[in-house]
C-alpha cells in the first residue's frame, strides 16, 4: 500500500474544499402546495439577484431546479420570470420534476436577466392534493455567486 505524503493529502483537501465551495453556493427553499387550495395551488416567491458585496461584480443569471419529494402522481415544476432587462423569449422559464419521491431534480435552467427581482411560481399537476417541494437556486455572473435573497409572498 502507498503512503499518502504531506502534498498529496494537501491537494485532496483541498479539492474536497472546493466541492464543498460549490455546493454551499447554491440555496434551499422548502414547501408546500395543499390540497386545500385546489387543483391550481400556487406557491409564489420573489428571488432578488444583486452585485457580489465583495467585488461588485454584477448578476448575469439565477439558476434554479426543483424537486418534488412526495410520493404520487401529480408533478411538481416552477416557471420563473423576468421582466426587466432579459432579451426576446428569455424571460420566462418553467422546468419540471418528472418523478416524485426520488433524489433526483428538474433539469437545471436559468434565466439570463441580470440584477433585479425574479418572480417564481412553484405548482403541480393534476388533482389537488398536498404536494411538497425543494427547490435550489442561485445567483451568479458565471464564476462568481452574486447576492442572493428570498421572499414567500404567496404560500398555498
Not at 474544499?17 to 395551488?41: N, R, T
Not at 415544476?77 to 418523478?99: C, F, R, Y
Request: net charge negative; charged share 15%.
Amino acid at each position: 500500500m502507498k503512503k499518502l505524503t504531506t502534498a498529496s493529502v494537501i491537494f485532496l483537501g483541498l479539492l474536497g474544499g472546493i466541492g464543498f465551495a460549490q455546493q454551499a453556493a447554491a440555496h434551499d427553499q422548502a414547501g408546500g402546495l395543499s390540497s386545500l387550495s385546489g387543483p391550481g395551488a400556487t406557491d409564489f416567491y420573489e428571488i432578488t439577484c444583486a452585485n457580489d458585496a465583495a467585488t461588485g461584480t454584477p448578476t448575469n443569471r439565477l439558476f434554479f431546479k426543483i424537486r418534488d419529494v412526495t410520493p404520487g402522481g401529480n408533478l411538481v415544476g416552477m416557471t420563473v420570470v423576468k421582466g426587466v432587462g432579459v432579451p426576446t423569449n428569455g424571460a420566462a422559464t418553467t422546468t419540471v420534476d418528472n418523478s416524485g419521491n426520488d433524489s433526483g431534480y428538474s433539469a437545471d435552467a436559468e434565466i439570463k436577466g441580470g440584477n433585479g427581482v425574479y418572480n417564481v411560481l412553484v405548482w403541480h399537476t393534476g388533482v389537488a392534493s398536498n404536494e411538497s417541494y425543494t427547490f435550489q437556486y442561485h445567483c451568479d455572473n458565471g464564476s462568481v455567486h452574486t447576492a442572493t435573497s428570498i421572499k414567500r409572498v404567496s404560500n398555498q
